[in-house]
């Protein structure tokens, strides 16, 4: 019987300094991938306090013009590039193999090239802001004429620096996701057939996929975009007969989809976290599952929603804005599905739920504003104002920021062994609940005045929300302290983790806290139920019963 | 209890994972060609909306030389299949032979682009003629070029003893990719030369 | 199943849930009301269609949200575990009824907004902003402009890094303040010197980016006195925040007068707060990073005052 040999006795601990080296271990790679962009997130999130603190006044004082404008570029430069992919690659690494059962990914080798890359370009970005003339300006899209103008005339540029790094960045992404495609198509553990993977899974290979169709595009309109600064052609320059508008297709092609790579595995996250806390199955799984699909086809035919007011035939704003505006209906049926989960469910308020719940709040929120952008006349008269920083805002920091930190504190205790502590979590989520709130709501009226975004300086009719929105900002950076306090005191000599402390179904549940290398190693359970299977008694696993015996048993004997 | 409930399915040894290899390159090669489909409707939609395409003195491409270049590069893809199927019949003299074949046509092609290439009256700034002439042209030899690399790398590969007792160590992958660079230059080729 | 094995229908939660149905329905009027109080005056003839179309939109938006929230705080409130209470709930996997109703509706909302929303946009097209995109060849720069359809003023709006110059050919003169008469179409012609601007009238509920290397068209009816703001809404370098400038809207008499008056004003330097401030930045140090410098103020008739009240 080989179910003895399971689970394997407890090896002595490697120690820290794996987290520092090339390491194959897709759980060492998702911690390096996690910390590292916690460590890019602070850094953004300083450059964002530098924003609001030029912006709580109407005049340009605190920094200069042209400082302002590379702040707020590295700002979502680095918060998009450098935090919110890796730290989702992070999870994604903790949680798919363990979730289907896999030793490892698919290429083990390529995934701790694909996670060294970030640091690389994100050094490379970060030293732009020392290079002469100062970094990128021109904002995360780097729309061209103002990209390819080149002030100093300089062939080593903050501009230039920045389109490698973005190309880096992309050449990682897409390793990442070929493994993670990969692994997920192949790497199943017995039983778990397609419709009994978990929803996380569903959404990751969904959201990957996003990655593989739009980066390439991404990454041709960069190179050119690289050509024409440096290299003197005219691709996007108007005098050499080149066309600005066409970087926009190719930019939106990709940067649209981009916005699902980010939130479909939010909705993963809520997927799984709130059956968990309401004690209930997850209403409608295969719903909720294909939608992710439903979500990728429609989101590749999207884009031109982003540039509404750039001079597109009145024909194409109306296709997109219905395609566009369909995209609500699957999204709806994952809320509604949701909502059915926790309706009539035995809810426990822990940490990672009030952040799912939290999250929840705010995606509805940002959804309908994205709706309303959606309409085209309306966007006419929001584009490009604080109406829209708000939505995606409300959005990336409210919903999947939340998210991130519902799943960071739900997935702690088994992937590093220590629970939590409650009290500062609730803190956290409280703080940063007020906070977000505080500071993105009072964007919607400023941008519905007509206040643009990206400006350094405004007219003094907008300065009241302007000052509300950074006393949010300013609290949105102290919900961090409590944040960082919990991770690092709970990881250092927090309570001991057992295998499964949220009573939790799914296969990483049954193995120990922390995981072995191998995970399951030559004994992978096999699967003979649905996910989600709360109250209706029915195993996961073949031999659940014998596999969680033993991990008590061990536990029992480690105390 | 049986063992067999409990065999790892998909798990094996670690190290050895020729099937994913194969699933991943694939999974790759689709990704990659959408750098290509951006390229092209880049060109399509420049060619389409310029006021004057051509730069001043040009005339258009002369297409016989590059036909010739075409038929050349097209046909490698049989040779490489050729040479594919020998190595299923474990003919390896033959296998070699056909895939050293394949090299040669893919650098047959590489030298009558430079030859066309340093013959132009434009370069690469010269618009966007120019400029997406010498983008598509000169990413899609990249491509070509690093074909024959992996080419001579496999072909390297096969005197190993024992090579491919561990399965197809590449040589499947490298043909594919070599399939998918002639595809590409197919419509490059249409694209450019024809649609003048 | 069985209609039998149905739960009998709860006559107190029907009546409570419609209750609160109805109070939602009336709390989403009211804030569909509201919402044209979030907005900037209005002062075009495409003011109304959006503000409709917004207000619209902030009902069903509050009714969706409304419910949704409504769920949330019920179960937060009354679903809640025992404590110690380690049970599970019944396990209701999913009901197929529900998944086509709450598919099927959001579609039909979405639907009727898109197709009213396409219906304002046909009335947009004949009273306000509807671009026409030429490729700017350099005939149609000098000449006239073929293929407009209101007999209308014609402005040529030149956007630079960083000012505004307008230009009324009709009657040969050059502003760096747009002056406009009340209730006559005008047609803008949208043209960049250098990259992308934004022109951007809050009060009009108009936007259309400005790219070099062609002309769009745009026509516009103002329907309402007063001074209003254009914004740069297109990033376009170090200044773009100062890239704004007056918009006037007057009576038709006032505006030819001041027309006349503008064509008799001899040529002057025009507004552009990033050549002054440039000037004092490279005079002494300059803490900033690299930026292009800016273009030389346009030479025109009536420069307008930096700092005039405005309505919006
Ligand atoms: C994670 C990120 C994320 C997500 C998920 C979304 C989701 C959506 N976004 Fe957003 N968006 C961004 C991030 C995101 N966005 C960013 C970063 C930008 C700006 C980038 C930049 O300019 O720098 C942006 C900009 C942006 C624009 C361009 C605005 C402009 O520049 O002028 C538009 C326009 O259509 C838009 C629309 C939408 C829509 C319709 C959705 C939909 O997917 C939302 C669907 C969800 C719901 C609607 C709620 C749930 C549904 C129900 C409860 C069902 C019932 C609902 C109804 C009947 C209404 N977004
Ligand atoms: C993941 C994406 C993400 C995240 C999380 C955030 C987070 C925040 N962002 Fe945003 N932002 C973007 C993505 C994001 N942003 C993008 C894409 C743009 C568009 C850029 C463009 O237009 O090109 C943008 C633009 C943008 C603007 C508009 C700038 C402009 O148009 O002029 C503003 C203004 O208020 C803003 C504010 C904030 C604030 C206050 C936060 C807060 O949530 C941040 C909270 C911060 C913390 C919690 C950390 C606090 C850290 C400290 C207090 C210091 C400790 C530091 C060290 C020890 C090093 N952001
Ligand atoms: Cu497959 Cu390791
Ligand atoms: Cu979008």
């Known amino acids: 019987m080989t179910i003895a040999t399971f689970p394997p006795e407890p090896k002595p601990d490697p120690g820290w300094s794996r987290y520092f080296g090339f390491c194959t271990d897709a759980k060492v790679i998702g911690i390096q991938y996690i910390v590292t962009a916690f460590f890019f997130f602070l850094i953004g999130g300083l450059l964002a306090m530098v924003i609001r603190g030029e912006l709580i006044t109407p005049a340009s004082d605190l920094v200069d013009r042209a400082v302002y404008n590379g702040i707020y570029t590295m700002h979502g430069t680095i918060m998009l590039f450098l935090f919110i992919f890796p730290v989702l690659n992070g999870l994604n690494n903790l949680l798919i193999p363990t979730m289907i059962g896999a030793p490892d990914m698919a290429f083990p080798r390529l995934n701790a090239v694909a996670f060294w890359l970030v640091p690389i370009f994100g050094s490379l970005l970060i030293a732009s802001f020392f290079v002469p003339g100062g970094p990128a300006y021109s904002g995360w899209w780097s729309y061209p004429p103002v990209s390819i103008q080149n002030p100093l005339g300089h062939f080593v540029n903050g501009q230039g620096l920045w389109i490698t790094a973005v190309a880096l960045s992309g050449v990682s992404s897409i390793m990442g996701a070929l493994n993670f495609v990969t692994t997920i198509l192949r790497m199943r553990a017995p039983g778990m057939t397609i419709t009994r993977m978990p929803v996380f899974c569903w959404t990751a290979l969904a959201a990957q996929s996003l990655q593989l169709i739009g980066l390439p595009a991404l990454t041709g309109g960069a190179i050119m975009l690289l050509m024409d600064l440096s290299f003197g052609t005219s691709f996007y320059r108007p005098e050499g007969g080149g066309d600005p508008v066409l970087y926009q297709h190719f930019f939106w092609f990709y940067s649209h989809p981009a916005v699902y790579v980010i939130i479909l595995p939010v909705f993963g996250i809520f997927s799984e976290l709130f059956p968990v806390y309401s004690r209930k199955p ?117 919903a999947a920021v939340m998210g991130i930190f519902a799943a960071i504190y739900h997935w702690f205790p088994k992937f590093i062994g220590r629970m939590p502590y409650e009290g500062l979590g609730k803190l956290h989520c409280l703080l940063t609940f007020v906070g977000a709130n505080l500071n993105f709501l009072p964007m919607h009226p400023l941008g519905l005045m007509g206040m643009p975004r990206r400006v350094s300086s405004y007219d003094p009719e907008f300065t009241f929300w302007n000052v509300v929105a950074s006393l949010g900002a300013f609290l949105l950076g102290v919900s961090i302290i409590p944040f960082l306090l919990n991770m690092v005191s709970a990881w250092i000599r927090g309570p001991k983790a057992t295998h499964n402390p949220w009573r939790a179904i799914g296969l990483e549940w049954l193995l120990p806290s922390p995981p072995p290398e191998d995970n399951f190693g030559e004994e992978v359970p096999t699967v003979i139920s649905r996910p989600y299977g709360y109250g209706t008694g029915l195993p996961l696993v073949e031999h659940q019963d014998e596999i969680e015996r033993r991990l008590d048993l061990q536990e029992a004997s480690a105390a | 209890m049986t063992d067999t409930t409990l065999t790892p399915g998909s798990v094996e040894a670690h190290g050895q994972h020729s099937g994913h290899n194969l699933t991943g390159f694939i999974i790759f090669l689709c990704s990659e060609s959408v750098v290509f489909l951006a390229f092209f409707s880049g060109y399509a939609l420049l060619k389409t909306s310029a006021l004057d395409w051509l730069p001043p003195g040009v005339e258009g491409l002369e297409w016989r030389t590059p036909l010739v270049n075409t038929v050349v590069l097209v046909s490698s893809s049989g040779t490489i299949y050729l040479a594919e199927q020998f190595k299923a019949r474990d003919n390896m003299a033959l296998f070699r032979g056909f895939w050293l074949l394949s090299m040669a046509m893919g650098a047959y092609f590489l030298y009558g682009q430079a030859v066309e290439w340093s013959g132009l009256q434009f370069g690469f700034t010269s618009g966007t003629f120019g400029g997406t002439f010498y983008l598509l042209t000169g990413f899609h030899g990249l491509h070509v070029a690093t074909g024959i690399l992996l080419m001579g790398l496999m072909l390297i590969k096969s005197f190993i003893p024992g090579n491919y007792s561990g399965g197809e160590q590449g040589v499947q992958a490298t043909s594919l990719f070599w399939h998918f660079v002639d595809v590409i230059w197919i419509i490059l080729f249409l694209l450019i030369y024809v649609w003048q | 199943m069985t209609s039998s094995s149905k739960p009998p229908i709860n006559t107190t939660a029907v009546a409570g849930v419609s209750l609160w149905v109805g109070v939602l329905v009336v709390l989403s009027h009211w804030m569909g009301e509201q919402s044209h109080r979030w907005l900037p005056v209005s002062a075009s003839t495409a003011a109304p269609l959006v503000d409709n179309l917004f207000g619209l939109e902030t009902a069903i938006g509050t009714f969706v949200f409304g419910a949704v929230v409504s769920v949330m705080v019920w179960v937060m409130l009354f679903n809640r575990a025992e404590k110690y209470d380690e049970s599970d709930a019944v396990p209701v996997e999913g009901n197929t009824r529900l998944e086509v ?54 402005v040529e709006v030149i956007a630079r890094q960083w000012s505004w110059e307008f230009r009324y050919p009709g009657a040969n003169v050059s502003s760096t303040e747009l002056h406009l008469a009340v209730d006559q179409p005008v047609t803008f012609r949208l043209v960049s010197e250098d990259v992308l601007h934004g022109f951007f009238i809050p009060a009009f509920r108009l936007k259309q980016d400005v790219i070099p290397g062609r002309a769009i068209d745009l026509n516009i009816t103002p329907t309402r006195e007063g001074t209003y703001r254009l914004r740069d809404s297109q990033f376009s370098g170090t200044w773009f925040a100062a890239n704004q400038a007056d918009v006037v809207v007057e009576s038709a008499d006032a505006h030819s007068a001041w027309l006349q008056q503008a064509a008799a004003a001899p040529l002057q330097p025009g507004l552009s707060v990033a050549v002054e401030e440039y000037a004092t930045l490279s005079g002494g140090s300059r803490r900033g990073w690299a930026t292009v410098p800016p273009a030389p103020p346009p030479q025109v008739n009536v420069p307008g005052s930096p700092d005039q009240p405005h309505d919006a």
């Open chain 3, 101 to 154: 109703i709450w598919t099927a509706i959001p579609f039909v909302l979405l639907m009727a907004i898109a197709s009213w929303t396409i219906q304002a946009e046909k009335e947009l097209g004949t009273l306000g902003p509807m671009e026409h995109i030429h490729l700017r060849d350099p005939i149609e720069q000098v000449g006239g402009y073929a293929g407009d359809r209101l007999p209308s003023e014609q």
């Open chain 1, 282 to 398: 997850l209403f409608g799984y295969l719903y909720v599952a294909l939608a992710s699909f439903i979500i990728v086809g429609l989101g590749l035919i999207v884009w031109v929603h982003h540039m509404f007011p750039s001079g597109v035939a009145q024909w194409m704003r109306n296709l997109f804005m219905v395609f566009t505006m369909l995209i609500a209906v699957p999204t709806g049926v994952k809320v509604f599905a949701w909502l059915g989960t926790i309706w009539g469910g035995k809810l426990q308020l822990t940490t990672p739920m009030l952040f799912c719940l939290g999250g929840l709040f705010n995606f509805v929120f940002a959804g309908i504003t994205g709706i309303m952008l959606a309409t085209v006349p309306v966007d006419i008269h929001v584009s490009n104002t604080y109406f829209v920083v708000g939505h995606f805002h409300y959005v990336i920091y409210g």
